[in-house]
């Protein structure tokens, strides 16, 4: 789960990292109270998880109390990404004379944390692709022991970084690594930290995913953040425990097992037809989640065919066609429904669904996939 | 004969008495795999499977008792990293996670204390290792292969049974098929399959099942093109993805590169890898 600008914020400020005064105000009269308090020169920052946000204006330098509804009612009417945007992070204004990237992010190839360290050119509050080039250096970290001073000081001496700052950013790399640990991050991300003109460190914009595999332990502190973080799909797939990913296409996918998801996906493709859904409900999976998941199929206004593949290893094929079953029975919009069924118990319960009319059986997946394109192609006559 | 485990490993299950293990541990019991016992934390000194396997209450005991040397992993996710470590701890050799989804940081843990250790870790969400005929660590369902003389090796858990379904249709026989995994973070790699692989006397050819995302396709290739011997064909499954269409997969779990989408298959081909553009094509490329 990506954590929107303010709510990372609010954790980063919490774990001591000094930033920038700011607070977060939801319509146009709320930003120019809250920019009064602060006092000008203020930005105005969209608050979104779709990126682009500078480029489309959604972050604003404002000098005065002249422009400053003007200029949040424009950013109050950004559409980014069909997401329209709610909040605006009112933040204090300050002018800086180095920036730097400083993240803590997650290499699965090596299963290890890794702090990541770059000087920024080009002072600037807009997007920050200006550190694209730059040269970013990298460390890894044993997980097991934790984070080093002496790992940062490899870096910034690297770097050539003033060793006046450098207890700064340790100091500011170890809370960020803590916040890492806490919150089981797999990106904790400061882009950028700005050197004041007073030679102090500040946190200007902050970013923070959190693993979704972990967020049954995060308690409710991050369960807040759901509500306004994820779409209802991203909500049900989380408390069903599958995976769920929207595509352009019609044709509503549910597979066990990601390499399944591929595969179907490649004979699409090779079809010219797209998804409009992508549904993986994983090894193992109870009638409940199965039928959870068929659900968000057949209600999905854009899906007009399902097509369900799945090879039980783990995912027991009597469990699949018990929660096939249960959501046929609610009380949801029609639609065919074509089906490969191959695996563990599967023998044994083709018989129970055979007799649904909803129900077409096919033997592989490119026949699954070329009766499914070819109903979708028919239809559209 | 085969890699990881053979007839005389002596295989335990963590988490034998919950709904996974249990169904799987009968299936595994019925196809004749040696399973001595399994651990179920608060249920030790009971029986299951009328009285066929004692269940013990920590690996310790049940290591003490039947001298397992495998450990074939259904506990739930949030407790698997713990179930694990405690085989590290107590010397199993292999230990098979088929529970997926675990706690990223979790397996950052365990993958630390793997290098201080001799045990080698399949998966997580693994479908497990099978030798056909002789042994089945795992939920392969338990029909899919024959005995025969090429190793298989596959990320997808499903993908894997597809291809050992292909081949036994083709009359081609198995000698060890190993689902590495396909969480984010997993243990054993393809590299490291391939050269237990290279020196397994009873496999001839290799198949290797990828897909996007990460680096170890590639790993693979510079491998294979200085290393391994024997024949190689690989099939890599969603390289006609976009890169666009595939990003949101992989934002789930972390930042995952997808900068070598598309390479997978050039690099395999450099390395002198037969590659598969469809399932249906393996068992051909293997009669070469």
Not at chain 1, 4 to 14: D, F, N, P, V
Not at chain 1, 29 to 54: F, S, W
Not at chain 1, 128 to 146: L, T
Request: glycine share 8%; charged share 20%.
């Amino acid at each position: 789960m990506k954590l929107q600008e303010y709510q990372a914020k609010s954790i980063l400020r919490e774990a001591g990292i000094p930033l920038p005064t700011s607070a977060l105000a939801t319509n146009a009269v709320q930003v120019k109270r809250v920019a009064a308090e602060i006092g000008y020169p203020v930005v105005l920052k969209a608050q979104t998880l779709e990126p682009g946000r500078g480029r489309a204006g959604g972050v604003r330098i404002v000098q005065n109390e002249d422009e400053i509804e003007n200029v949040s009612n424009k950013i109050f009417k950004l559409v980014l990404n069909q997401r329209p945007v709610h909040s605006i992070l009112v933040e204090k204004a300050f002018t800086f004379s180095k920036e730097y990237y400083l993240a803590i992010t997650s290499d699965l190839d090596a299963g290890t944390p890794v702090l990541q360290l770059s000087e920024v050119g080009g002072a600037t509050y807009l997007e920050p692709e200006s550190f694209k080039g730059a040269v970013v250096v990298e460390r890894h970290i044993d997980i097991n022991y934790g984070l080093k001073d002496y790992q940062i000081r490899e870096l910034m001496a690297n770097l050539r970084i003033n060793p006046t700052l450098w207890k700064q950013f340790q100091q500011i790399a170890k809370k960020m690594y803590a916040v890492y640990r806490q919150f089981d991050a797999t990106l904790v991300e400061i882009n950028s930290l700005v050197e004041s003109t007073q030679d102090q460190l500040f946190a200007l914009d902050a970013k923070i995913n959190i693993d979704n595999q972990s967020l049954f332990r995060q308690g409710s502190f991050c369960e807040s953040f759901e509500s306004s973080n994820f779409s209802w799909e991203e909500r049900q797939a989380l408390k069903f425990d599958v995976d769920y990913q929207n595509f352009p296409g019609d044709i509503g996918c549910m597979v066990n097992g990601m390499g399944l998801a591929y595969l179907t996906l490649d004979q699409l493709l090779s079809l010219s037809a797209l998804p409009s859904a992508m549904i993986d409900i994983h090894g193992g999976a109870t009638s409940t989640s199965i039928s959870s998941a068929l659900e968000m199929l057949l209600v999905s206004p854009r899906t007009k065919i399902v097509i369900i593949n799945i090879y039980g290893g783990m995912t027991r094929c009597d469990e699949v066609a018990e929660g096939i079953l249960q959501a046929l029975e609610g009380n949801f919009p029609k639609k065919p429904i074509f089906i490969r069924l191959e695996g563990t118990n599967g023998d044994s319960v083709l018989e129970s669904l055979f007799s649904n009319e909803n129900l077409t059986f096919f033997s592989t997946t490119e026949a699954l996939a070329n009766a499914a394109v070819a109903w979708q192609r028919g239809d559209e006559q | 004969m085969s890699i990881l485990i053979n007839a005389d490993s002596r295989i335990m299950v963590q988490g034998i008495s919950g709904r996974r293990g249990r169904f799987h541990s009968l299936q595994m019991l019925k196809t004749g795999s040696q399973i001595v016992g399994g651990t179920s934390p608060g249920r030790g000194g009971e029986w299951c499977f009328e009285g066929r396997l004692p269940i013990f209450d920590t690996v310790r005991e049940c290591v003490e008792a039947t001298n397992a040397d495998v450990s074939v992993i259904f506990v739930p996710p949030h407790s698997t990293a713990d179930a694990i470590l405690e085989s590290i701890d107590n010397g199993i050799k292999t230990i098979i996670s088929i529970t997926g989804s675990i706690p990223l940081q979790d397996m950052m843990i365990v993958k630390s204390a793997l290098k201080n250790s001799d045990s080698i870790l399949v998966g997580p969400n693994s479908p497990g290792v099978l030798v056909p005929g002789i042994a089945n660590a795992g939920i392969f369902p338990s029909h899919i292969a024959r005995q025969g003389s090429i190793g298989v090796i596959s990320r997808s858990g499903t993908l894997c049974y597809e291809v050992l379904d292909t081949l036994k249709q083709a009359d081609i026989g198995v000698s060890t098929a190993v689902g590495i995994g396909d969480d984010p973070i997993t243990g054993i790699d393809f590299l490291s399959c391939l050269e237990l692989f290279d020196f397994d006397p009873h496999t001839d050819k290799i198949v290797i099942i990828g897909g996007p995302g990460g680096d170890n396709e590639l790993k693979a290739a510079s491998y294979i093109s200085e290393h391994v011997t024997k024949p190689v064909i690989a099939y890599i499954v969603g390289e006609r993805l976009a890169a666009s269409l595939l990003r949101p997969f992989f934002s789930k779990s972390g930042t995952r590169s997808l900068d070598s989408l598309g390479k997978k298959t050039s690099s395999l081909a450099e390395a002198g890898v037969l590659m598969a553009t469809e399932l249906a094509e393996i068992p051909s490329l293997l009669h070469r």
